[in-house]
């Protein structure tokens, strides 16, 4: 979710506007969950889709249309990447704690938290635990800016990586990356098959789309200087978002793949609110959702 306010001529379910403290009050739906439960009764096999608010995830759910429920759970778990982070993190561990149940009830042996803590090392849906993988994959889905000449406003974007742009320090010799601290990784790498035959099908459809890094910030990018600074640590940036880093970190520890779906309301750059296509984005984003589901189905 890039930077957005509430739109009352969308049915008065905004998009967040992260400009000043006291329009924080206009988030919508910024902590509300999808309408349906968020690991169904046999939630082996499902996709997560994380959306940041509910203007995104009503728009994903037109497009999944009536059999949403069959294979999808869809959430909105808040504006950026700690409330993406924790809303993902707490329907996957609410899932391992469902097919606990369901293998204690069958008389099977319930994964350790051990088990489920080794997860994050080893590669495939909640690998090593011993029971059934409730979700094959996890999408963070939303609007968001597009870098100018890499994609366009109104266009998709499936990306191959994302990344934490501003997860770091200063120096005095300029921006240092977590990895160049040797902190952690602020990359997590998309399930690359998955990515690109979603974007050859989005493309066969007749979607404009591409692909690149997704680049996860906290403050939305709204000057000429900052979007070059962001293209200067991640070259191949296509998309700025608030939440794909998160959603993909809170995967990883379960060993779950992920992938980051951006459809581009406004470019990366000087902040220009009468520029933004929001209703432009959330149409191409219902429409990249019926063809995800054919994708995922098939």
Do not use: C
């Amino acid at each position: 979710m890039n930077e957005h306010r509430q739109d009352k001529d969308q049915n008065n379910k905004a998009n967040a506007s992260f400009e000043t403290s006291d329009q924080q009050g206009e988030l919508s739906g910024a902590t509300t969950t999808s309408d349906t439960s968020p690991v169904q009764a046999n939630s082996s096999q499902r996709v997560l889709i994380v959306t940041a608010v509910d203007a995104e995830k009503d728009a994903v759910l037109r497009g999944l249309g009536n059999t949403a429920t069959e294979r999808f759970d869809v959430i909105a778990a808040g504006v950026g990447p700690a409330s993406a982070a924790a809303g993902t993190a707490a329907t996957l561990a609410y899932a391992v704690a469902a097919a606990s149940t369901r293998a204690l009830a069958q008389g099977s042996t319930a994964p350790s938290p051990s088990d489920v803590a080794q997860t994050s090392a080893r590669p495939g849906p909640l690998a090593g635990t011993g029971s059934s993988p409730a979700y094959m994959l996890v999408i963070s889905a939303g609007i968001g800016g597009g870098f100018p000449g890499r994609a366009d406003v109104g266009s998709l974007v499936v990306a191959d990586a994302m990344v934490a742009a501003d997860l770091g320090s200063q120096t005095p010799d300029g921006f240092l990356s977590v990895d160049e601290l040797g902190f952690g990784s602020s990359i997590v790498a998309t399930d690359a098959e998955l990515a690109a035959r979603l974007r050859h099908e989005l493309q066969r459809a007749g979607l404009a789309v591409s692909g690149g890094t997704a680049v996860t910030v906290s403050t939305a990018t709204g000057t000429a200087e900052t979007a070059a600074e962001l293209l200067r640590r991640v070259p191949d940036a296509a998309a700025e978002g608030m939440e794909g880093f998160g959603v993909a970190t809170a995967a990883q520890q379960f060993g779950v793949p992920a992938l980051e779906l951006r459809a581009i309301s406004n470019a990366v750059g000087p902040r220009d609110r009468d520029a933004w296509r929001i209703k432009d984005a959330l149409d191409a984003l219902q429409a990249a959702s019926s063809i995800l589901r054919e994708v995922i189905t098939s």
